[in-house]
């Protein structure tokens, strides 16, 4: 009974979190949105439901036609005057850009769409202690500066810059399996270094 009852979780529980967060989401871009859905609803009378479906349409189809515009050579003119425009009445403008950029930008650029997974001894190459982590950046010098993940968050971590006899790269290990590993807190990580 034991075992068909966890069975029955195992099952059930992923579904019941994602619906979860799903609901949480888009309570949240509701709460965001909703002086644009009260002006949707209130002229025609339509649900809020359909209100906030109108309006998250019509914002994505602003982000394409915006994306659209940007990509052709006046544009993105415009976009590079707008950007000058928006530094200066705003010093945090471009740190909040590259940190959006790193997660929905150019995936080349990006390290958390094609870094390289390493094992790292962040406490020098005589520690048997390692730490799993990203390559950000090599450099001239043959040094690496990699991004070490905390679990369960993958996207909170520390950076270290590191010698290259405390990098071992994996490059058999594929990022979104390691990402995994730190999601799950380390679990797994027996199967990913096993080779």
Same mark, same amino acid.
């Given at each position: 009974?034991?075992?068909?009852?966890?069975?029955?979780?195992?099952?059930?529980?992923?579904?019941?979190? $994602? *619906?979860?967060?799903?609901?949480?989401?888009?309570?949240?871009?509701? +709460?965001?949105?909703?002086? $644009?859905? +009260?002006?949707?609803?209130?002229? +025609?009378?339509?649900? !809020?439901?359909?209100?906030?479906?109108?309006?998250?349409?019509?914002?994505?189809?602003?982000?394409? %036609?915006?994306?659209?515009?940007?990509?052709? /050579?006046?544009? *993105?003119?415009?976009? /590079?005057?707008?950007? /000058?425009?928006?530094?200066?009445?705003?010093?945090?403008?471009?740190? %909040?850009?590259?940190?959006?950029?790193?997660?929905?930008?150019?995936?080349?650029?990006?390290?958390? *769409?094609?870094? !390289? %997974?390493?094992?790292?001894?962040?406490?020098?190459?005589?520690?048997?202690?390692?730490?799993?982590?990203?390559?950000?950046?090599?450099?001239?010098?043959?040094?690496?500066?990699?991004?070490?993940?905390?679990?369960?968050?993958?996207?909170?971590? +520390?950076?270290?810059?590191?010698?290259?006899?405390? %990098?071992?790269?994996?490059?058999?290990?594929? $990022?979104?399996?390691?990402? /995994?590993?730190?999601? *799950?807190?380390?679990?797994?990580?027996?199967?990913?270094?096993?080779?």
């Amino acid at each position: 009974m034991k075992k068909i009852f966890i069975g029955g979780v195992m099952v059930l529980l992923p579904v019941v979190i $994602l *619906a979860a967060a799903f609901k949480w989401l888009f309570a949240l871009i509701t +709460n965001w949105i909703q002086p $644009l859905t +009260n002006l949707v609803v209130a002229d +025609n009378r339509l649900p !809020e439901l359909v209100g906030d479906l109108i309006v998250i349409a019509i914002i994505l189809v602003l982000c394409f %036609v915006v994306g659209t515009l940007v990509s052709t /050579r006046i544009g *993105a003119w415009a976009h /590079r005057l707008f950007d /000058r425009y928006l530094l200066k009445l705003a010093p945090g403008y471009r740190m %909040v850009k590259e940190v959006i950029a790193q997660f929905f930008g150019d995936a080349s650029k990006s390290p958390f *769409a094609n870094g !390289e %997974v390493a094992r790292v001894k962040i406490f020098g190459p005589q520690c048997p202690t390692s730490v799993t982590a990203i390559v950000t950046s090599r450099h001239d010098s043959g040094d690496f500066t990699v991004f070490v993940p905390t679990g369960p968050n993958p996207t909170s971590g +520390n950076m270290y810059h590191l010698k290259p006899d405390q %990098v071992e790269l994996r490059p058999d290990i594929k $990022l979104e399996d390691m990402m /995994r590993t730190i999601i *799950a807190c380390g679990a797994g990580s027996g199967d990913l270094y096993k080779s």
